[in-house]
């Protein structure tokens, strides 16, 4: 008979078994995806990068924004740019016409495909942060960073959208604890379908 600290033991490998097996299988997914759709998705990039570039041929047209990762660590984000100023403008309210456009269908963050390839995103997460909004957050927040940040997450398909980081970060832990295959693409589907609806109500931007 096993001693409770055996049982213990054994609990927490097939637990981290079950998780890095879900982890391998989350990738998979990401990649099989975003390959299969580059051909779409790459030529949409590329008609929206020339849109922009043409209203404003001075400005980038893609910016590269510094976010926080899984376990804290920073990488760059893709985004279409929709502001009058230059990428480091995140604060800058000066949203032009096509960018006004560009944010509220989230096209903007069509180009974050390219960060689900390189691994520092997956379609399915936790929206990805600032590391100057989190460094104002409570420490239980910071249990969204247990994940990969990712394109599409629980709040952004809640009906009435969220509110407040509160209601996001109790959405984006609740994610982690039962992420699993499945439940990915079938938010990914969710996604979709909302994303094509004629009165969506995706939730816009984080809170």
Same mark, same amino acid.
């Given at each position: 008979?096993?001693?409770?600290?055996?049982?213990?033991?054994?609990?927490?490998?097939?637990?981290?078994?079950?998780?890095?097996?879900?982890? !391998?299988?989350?990738?998979?997914?990401?990649?099989?995806?975003?390959?299969?759709?580059?051909?779409?998705?790459?030529?949409?990039?590329?008609?929206?990068?020339?849109?922009?570039?043409?209203?404003?041929?001075?400005?980038?047209?893609?910016?590269?924004?510094?976010?926080?990762?899984?376990?804290?660590?920073?990488?760059?984000?893709?985004?279409?740019?929709?502001?009058?100023?230059?990428?480091?403008?995140?604060?800058?309210? !000066?949203?032009?016409? =096509?960018?006004?456009?560009? !944010?509220?269908?989230?096209?903007?963050?069509?180009?974050?495909?390219?960060?689900?390839?390189? #691994?520092?995103?997956?379609?399915? #997460?936790?929206?990805?942060?600032?590391?100057?909004?989190?460094?104002?957050?409570?420490?239980?927040?910071?249990?969204?960073?247990?994940?990969?940040?990712?394109?599409?997450?629980?709040?952004?398909?809640?009906?009435?959208?969220?509110?407040?980081?509160?209601?996001?970060?109790?959405?984006?832990?609740?994610?982690?604890?039962?992420?699993?295959?499945?439940?990915?693409?079938?938010? =990914?589907?969710?996604? =979709?379908?909302?994303?094509?609806?004629?009165?969506?109500?995706?939730?816009?931007?984080?809170?």
């Amino acid at each position: 008979m096993n001693s409770p600290t055996e049982s213990i033991s054994d609990a927490t490998t097939v637990y981290l078994a079950g998780r890095q097996r879900n982890v !391998r299988a989350k990738r998979l997914i990401d990649l099989v995806v975003v390959l299969s759709t580059a051909p779409v998705w790459l030529s949409l990039v590329g008609m929206l990068w020339l849109l922009v570039k043409l209203s404003d041929p001075y400005a980038p047209a893609l910016c590269w924004e510094e976010r926080t990762g899984r376990l804290g660590r920073p990488f760059k984000m893709a985004r279409i740019r929709t502001t009058s100023q230059d990428c480091a403008a995140v604060r800058d309210q !000066r949203v032009t016409g =096509i960018g006004a456009v560009l !944010r509220s269908t989230h096209l903007d963050e069509m180009p974050q495909l390219f960060n689900v390839l390189a #691994g520092s995103m997956s379609l399915v #997460g936790p929206r990805p942060s600032t590391t100057a909004r989190l460094e104002h957050r409570r420490c239980w927040w910071r249990g969204r960073l247990d994940a990969v940040p990712g394109l599409t997450d629980l709040g952004q398909l809640q009906r009435s959208g969220v509110g407040s980081f509160d209601e996001r970060a109790r959405c984006d832990i609740a994610y982690i604890r039962s992420q699993s295959p499945l439940g990915d693409v079938k938010l =990914i589907l969710a996604t =979709i379908a909302q994303w094509l609806s004629p009165d969506s109500t995706r939730s816009s931007r984080m809170p």
